[in-house]
């Protein structure tokens, strides 16, 4: 079975920082990875996604995520926060690497602090 | 602009009624989902469709319904049965090609009164 576990709900940065937001599989096959990301009442928008070209895969607005089978991890980066990326993003693992069948992670809420 | 439009953005539910939710898209695309959000809990898969006139059972299909009569329409109902609806409905849809993304919908948050 696949299952994806986000570390941490909730994750607070000054803007300019450094953000790392912490996801890991499980999969039995070579998974596709995704990052999505939600502003308030709104759908979820891909910010990037991993399907074995590349283990360091970059996204929209400046997110990278690296993909380490070793450590089972698709942690998200970017280099400096902006006020505008305070959102909540979502990990998520396709079911048996099927088109949009995603097992999504629990969310992690960003706040970014002025 | 292409795009996923579902209605209503808020939808009340009285006890033993069924409601339906809209989801209607321009993209061409032949799949479509829908998903149910909780808090602290992520995304869960309700139904889908990979084609007009078929669909399938996802994770949590208990107490839902859909049709797909149409390639653009991919409609909910959530009946009676299902004892705990207050969430946050989203629809997407993608191509059939393996591992295109989803495009979502502004999504519709469902109470019960």
């Known amino acids: 079975a696949q299952s994806v576990t986000q570390l941490g709900s909730h994750v607070s940065v000054s803007e300019g920082a450094l953000v790392l937001l912490r996801c890991n599989y499980s999969s039995s096959v070579p998974p596709y990875l995704f990052w999505y990301v939600q502003y308030p009442n709104q759908g979820l928008q891909l910010l990037l996604k991993?399907?074995?070209?590349?283990?360091l895969v970059k996204g929209i607005n400046g997110f990278e995520a690296e993909f380490k089978k070793s450590e089972t991890s698709f942690h998200l980066t970017k280099p400096s926060a902006h006020m505008s990326d305070a959102a909540e993003y979502f990990c998520?693992?396709?079911?048996?690497?099927?088109?949009?069948?995603?097992?999504f992670g629990q969310g992690t809420e960003l706040s970014v602090k002025p | 602009d292409g795009g996923i439009t579902q209605s209503p953005k808020y939808l009340f539910r009285k006890e033993g009624q069924n409601v339906t939710l809209s989801c209607e898209q321009n993209?061409?695309?032949?799949?479509m989902y829908w998903y149910r959000q909780d808090p602290g809990q992520g995304l869960r898969l309700i139904y889908y469709s990979q084609i007009v006139n078929d669909f399938q059972k996802g994770d949590i299909a208990e107490g839902y319904s859909v049709s797909r009569e149409k390639k653009e329409s991919f409609p909910l109902t959530v009946t009676s049965a299902q004892k705990n609806p207050t969430a946050f409905y989203l629809c997407?849809?993608?191509?059939?090609?393996?591992?295109?993304?989803?495009?979502f919908g502004s999504g519709t948050q469902l109470s019960v009164l």
């Open positions: 998520a693992v396709s079911k048996n690497n099927q088109g949009g069948k995603l097992i």
């Open positions: 993209l061409n695309h032949d799949a």
């Open positions: 997407a849809s993608t191509g059939l090609a393996t591992n295109e993304k989803l495009f």
């Open positions: 991993y399907t074995s070209a590349a283990t």
